[in-house]
Protein backbone atom coordinates (compact mmCIF):
# COMPACT_ATOMS: atom_id res chain seq x y z
CA UNK A 1 0.00 0.00 0.00
CA UNK A 2 1.36 3.24 -1.01
CA UNK A 3 1.94 5.70 1.55
CA UNK A 4 -0.94 8.10 2.55
CA UNK A 5 1.41 10.85 3.77
CA UNK A 6 1.09 13.03 0.72
CA UNK A 7 -2.11 12.68 0.58
CA UNK A 8 -2.65 14.03 3.77
CA UNK A 9 -0.14 16.70 3.57
CA UNK A 10 -2.27 18.23 1.29
CA UNK A 11 -4.96 17.93 3.28
CA UNK A 12 -3.13 19.90 5.76
CA UNK A 13 -1.81 22.48 3.35
CA UNK A 14 -5.25 23.06 1.44
CA UNK A 15 -6.95 23.84 5.26
CA UNK A 16 -3.89 26.09 6.05
CA UNK A 17 -3.89 28.12 2.67
CA UNK A 18 -8.03 28.49 2.71
CA UNK A 19 -7.87 29.59 6.50
CA UNK A 20 -4.91 32.08 5.85
CA UNK A 21 -6.75 33.74 2.91
CA UNK A 22 -9.58 33.86 4.67
CA UNK A 23 -8.57 35.81 7.45
CA UNK A 24 -6.45 38.26 4.96
CA UNK A 25 -10.30 38.81 3.59
CA UNK A 26 -11.49 38.87 7.31
CA UNK A 27 -9.03 41.42 7.98
CA UNK A 28 -8.56 43.53 4.86
CA UNK A 29 -11.95 43.97 2.66
CA UNK A 30 -15.01 45.45 3.83
CA UNK A 31 -17.71 43.21 3.97
CA UNK A 32 -20.09 43.31 1.06
CA UNK A 33 -17.80 45.63 -0.99
CA UNK A 34 -16.83 44.88 -4.49
CA UNK A 35 -13.33 44.97 -5.39
CA UNK A 36 -13.01 44.37 -9.32
CA UNK A 37 -9.76 42.62 -10.86
CA UNK A 38 -10.36 41.57 -13.87
CA UNK A 39 -13.32 42.90 -15.98
CA UNK A 40 -15.30 39.37 -14.86
CA UNK A 41 -13.41 38.74 -11.36
CA UNK A 42 -14.02 40.61 -8.22
CA UNK A 43 -13.13 40.13 -4.55
CA UNK A 44 -16.52 40.43 -2.53
CA UNK A 45 -16.49 39.63 1.23
CA UNK A 46 -19.43 38.03 2.29
CA UNK A 47 -21.08 34.92 4.44
CA UNK A 48 -22.99 32.04 3.71
CA UNK A 49 -25.05 30.51 6.12
CA UNK A 50 -25.70 27.35 4.22
CA UNK A 51 -24.11 25.00 2.11
CA UNK A 52 -22.85 25.43 -1.62
CA UNK A 53 -25.35 27.87 -2.59
CA UNK A 54 -26.76 28.39 0.61
CA UNK A 55 -28.80 25.71 0.62
CA UNK A 56 -29.79 23.99 4.01
CA UNK A 57 -29.71 27.17 5.59
CA UNK A 58 -32.41 25.83 7.42
CA UNK A 59 -30.32 23.48 9.39
CA UNK A 60 -28.38 25.62 11.69
CA UNK A 61 -24.65 25.48 12.48
CA UNK A 62 -25.36 22.18 14.03
CA UNK A 63 -26.65 20.48 11.62
CA UNK A 64 -24.52 21.45 8.57
CA UNK A 65 -21.65 20.65 10.64
CA UNK A 66 -23.04 16.84 11.53
CA UNK A 67 -23.67 17.12 7.46
CA UNK A 68 -19.74 17.95 6.61
CA UNK A 69 -18.41 15.85 9.27
CA UNK A 70 -20.68 13.05 7.60
CA UNK A 71 -19.36 13.59 4.27
CA UNK A 72 -15.85 13.84 5.12
CA UNK A 73 -16.23 10.54 7.04
CA UNK A 74 -17.56 9.07 3.70
CA UNK A 75 -15.05 10.82 1.68
CA UNK A 76 -12.02 9.19 3.62
CA UNK A 77 -14.15 5.47 3.50
CA UNK A 78 -13.42 6.05 0.15
CA UNK A 79 -10.35 6.95 -0.24
CA UNK A 80 -9.47 4.26 1.86
CA UNK A 81 -11.10 1.80 -0.27
CA UNK A 82 -9.33 3.32 -3.37
CA UNK A 83 -6.58 1.19 -5.24
CA UNK A 84 -2.73 3.22 -4.69
CA UNK A 85 -2.26 3.73 -8.16
CA UNK A 86 -5.09 6.13 -8.24
CA UNK A 87 -3.56 9.02 -7.38
CA UNK A 88 -6.00 11.13 -9.24
CA UNK A 89 -8.38 10.29 -7.35
CA UNK A 90 -6.36 9.98 -4.02
CA UNK A 91 -5.25 13.50 -4.36
CA UNK A 92 -9.34 14.87 -5.56
CA UNK A 93 -10.37 13.44 -2.39
CA UNK A 94 -7.58 15.15 -0.53
CA UNK A 95 -8.57 18.28 -1.70
CA UNK A 96 -12.57 17.63 -1.27
CA UNK A 97 -11.45 16.72 2.62
CA UNK A 98 -9.28 19.64 3.33
CA UNK A 99 -11.90 22.02 1.32
CA UNK A 100 -14.67 20.35 3.53
CA UNK A 101 -12.51 21.14 6.70
CA UNK A 102 -11.89 24.63 6.07
CA UNK A 103 -15.51 25.27 5.60
CA UNK A 104 -16.61 23.36 9.10
CA UNK A 105 -14.03 25.38 10.72
CA UNK A 106 -15.23 28.84 9.13
CA UNK A 107 -18.71 27.35 10.61
CA UNK A 108 -17.60 26.31 14.09
CA UNK A 109 -16.22 29.93 14.97
CA UNK A 110 -18.04 32.23 13.54
CA UNK A 111 -21.47 30.61 12.29
CA UNK A 112 -20.98 31.21 8.73
CA UNK A 113 -18.44 30.36 6.12
CA UNK A 114 -16.44 33.77 4.41
CA UNK A 115 -16.80 33.93 0.83
CA UNK A 116 -15.30 35.94 -0.98
CA UNK A 117 -14.12 34.99 -4.93
CA UNK A 118 -16.94 36.33 -7.60
CA UNK A 119 -17.07 35.69 -11.18
CA UNK A 120 -19.13 38.07 -12.94
CA UNK A 121 -20.16 40.13 -15.95
CA UNK A 122 -21.90 43.22 -16.34
CA UNK A 123 -25.61 41.23 -16.50
CA UNK A 124 -24.67 38.18 -14.38
CA UNK A 125 -23.02 36.73 -11.58
CA UNK A 126 -21.96 33.12 -10.37
CA UNK A 127 -22.39 32.48 -6.75
CA UNK A 128 -19.51 34.00 -4.76
CA UNK A 129 -17.89 31.23 -3.02
CA UNK A 130 -14.32 30.39 -1.51
CA UNK A 131 -11.20 28.64 -2.09
CA UNK A 132 -12.29 25.72 0.03
CA UNK A 133 -15.33 25.68 -2.43
CA UNK A 134 -12.97 25.50 -5.28
CA UNK A 135 -11.06 22.73 -3.81
CA UNK A 136 -14.20 20.69 -3.03
CA UNK A 137 -15.34 21.18 -7.13
CA UNK A 138 -11.12 20.68 -8.20
CA UNK A 139 -11.14 17.33 -6.12
CA UNK A 140 -14.54 16.24 -7.12
CA UNK A 141 -13.75 16.68 -11.01
CA UNK A 142 -10.35 15.13 -10.26
CA UNK A 143 -12.07 11.70 -8.69
CA UNK A 144 -14.76 11.97 -11.47
CA UNK A 145 -12.47 12.18 -13.98
CA UNK A 146 -10.42 9.13 -12.76
CA UNK A 147 -12.98 6.95 -12.66
CA UNK A 148 -13.73 7.92 -16.47
CA UNK A 149 -10.28 6.83 -16.59
CA UNK A 150 -10.66 3.92 -15.12
CA UNK A 151 -13.71 2.89 -17.29
CA UNK A 152 -11.88 3.37 -20.07
CA UNK A 153 -9.09 1.04 -19.31
CA UNK A 154 -11.39 -1.81 -18.34
CA UNK A 155 -10.46 -4.63 -20.99
CA UNK A 156 -13.56 -5.12 -23.04
CA UNK A 157 -15.23 -8.17 -22.83
CA UNK A 158 -16.42 -9.75 -25.97
CA UNK A 159 -19.52 -11.38 -26.39
CA UNK A 160 -18.75 -14.62 -28.65
Known amino acids: MKSWSPYALLVVVAIALD ?22 LALFRTYNTGIAFSMFQSFGDTGLVVIAVLVVAFVLYLATRTPAGHAVARTGFAL ?21 ILFHTPVWSFAVFNLADAFISVGAALVLFDELIGWRRQPKTSQD
Open 19 to 40: QWIKQLVKSGLTFQEKVDLLPF
Open 96 to 116: IIGGAVGNVIDRVAYGHVIDY
